[in-house]
């Protein structure tokens, strides 16, 4: 059996992988994006805690105090001092703060607002 190749196979051959690269590419890029816009604000408040270098510490009790507040977005407590600061009220009064944990409190609302 002699099959004839051509010109035109081997630009067909050549084609398919780079056209399957690109649309396969293009998907990833789409999916990547789409992942992008639908981050989620307990990842915001990670992002915000890393971008000011708090410690593991700090960023289970901030996130603590955002939940005892149901502060949405939580991200909010790093904006408005006053947040921050009804939020710690309302984690006082529902949570079992310990006075360790109350001190870092302060130190983080110095840190954060100054």
Known sequence: MNVAVTPMTYAIL????IVAGVLGFALYC?????QRLLETSDQLLLQLCKLHQLH?????L??????????????VIFVIPEEF????RRAVETQ???VRE??????LRRQMFG
Request: net charge negative.
């Open 102 to 107: 109350q001190k870092l409190l302060g130190q």
């Open 96 to 98: 079992q703060l310990t």
């Open 14 to 17: 050549l084609a398919v992988p």
């Open 62 to 75: 901030l996130h603590t105090i955002a939940d005892a507040a149901e502060l949405d977005p939580p991200g």
């Open 56 to 60: 593991y510490q700090h960023q289970i």
């Open 30 to 34: 789409y999916h990547d994006r789409s």
């Open 85 to 88: 600061d009804a939020a710690v």
